[in-house]
């Protein structure tokens, strides 16, 4: 969940999901529930079908379908303004005043708009490669570079406060409002209330709409100039409500945690507070890519299985340039492309991160635009380029059709989880393929 702990964390829980933000990249989930602080972006999304799937956190979590869904208003605006009278009453149980409801719900309207962008998800996503392309671009990097020198006075202060490196804060902050470029411009009650109304998570979103009062009544930020992502998320690194109750810093000292303004101070502490807050190491690596040795075994791949470098380097494991990796605490080999795309070696912090968000691209996204930033250049290895993602009934016929052939996955749901990878690696060893327990294309159309 995280940053959509803070945005579009929100719908922990429910697999596979999308979660989007102002930024432009988005990032299809399937890994452990988490609340989360922040909301990636709308643009590109990303597919993570690898080894260690688990369930996601951010505010999104969208069923998959093959068609855009027109939305038309079912329930006319008269049925939303009976609802809000009904929610009234539970906000005001919740610690909500009269005053501050009336005043934050003056002019709100059912928004159509916000339902359909809700609703209209493509079943296709793209690639990790692809993610990663528009994540670490060098328009991004560039950007980044520019904007820690803009704000290096600003950044190094938050760095030494909160030990997390201005390099990995920037990173969040291209990542998830292009360095507050696209900050979301939806009025945030009007947003969340149609969603709540809507009642699909309404659960969920009810409990942001309070989160989103109470700060209204905290005084931070005035009901108009709360605005943010048509899910809820908000500011430069796109926070969810519930995720700034939590964490939002006042790092100016002006009485207000104001992440809506054109001084980022107050985002990117609030950013660096919740990496702090759940372990983030300063001076450790999130990973490191890998060059594997020939016969390398791939069943000792993803993030449940931890060894101190050194016995990775034992089994020949060595950075990509061919060189011996620092010790930084145990461990873990992460294939987010099977056995032909990049090797990572990931580290407690790539861990830290994924409680922004979970999913891999994301956190590899992040860890390696720091990278970039700091002034690292490209991966040195290639991607399965002309490999296409599975389509969400796809993945639920690879299941079925594993199952038949005796490598049973435990059920269909369209997760590619570790019952399916393992059953995937199966497969692959009896074909004699390499078994990265990679869910790609080529796995389906050998099963056909």
Known sequence: MRNWVMIFGFVAGLLPAVVAGASGLAVEVSKRPVERPVVAGETVVATVATSGVIALPRPAARPQREESVQVQPAVGNAGFQRWIRSFRSRAVAAGITSQTFDAAFRGVQYNTGVIQKDRNQSEFTKQIWEYLDSAASDTRVNNGRAAVRQHRRLLEQIEARY??????????WGLESAYGEYRGSEPLIESLATLAFDGRRGRFFESQLIAALKIIQSGDVRPNQMTGSWAGAMGHTQFIPTSYLAYAQDFTGDGKRDIWSDNPADALAST???????????????????????????????????????????LGIRDANGNRIPEHGRASILLPAGA???????????????????ADAYVIGVGHLSDRIAGAGPLRSDWPRGDRPL??????????????????TDGVDGIIGPNTIAAIRRFQSSVGMIPDGYASYDILRRLR
């Open 391 to 408: 389509r969400f009934s796809e993945k639920q016929e690879m299941q079925r059709m594993l199952t038949a052939a005796g490598f049973n």
């Open 340 to 358: 032909q795309g990049a090797a990572f070696m990931i580290f407690q912090n790539f861990h830290v991160i994924e409680r922004y968000n979970t």
């Open 163 to 172: 030990g997390v490196e201005k390099e990995v804060v920037a990173a969040i």
């Open 272 to 314: 660096a507070a919740y990496l702090a807050r759940f372990g983030w190491t300063k001076g450790q690596p999130w990973g490191v890519e890998v060059q594997l040795p020939r016969g390398f075994n791939y069943g000792l791949t993803g993030e449940r299985i931890k060894k101190p470098v050194r016995e990775w380097m034992a």
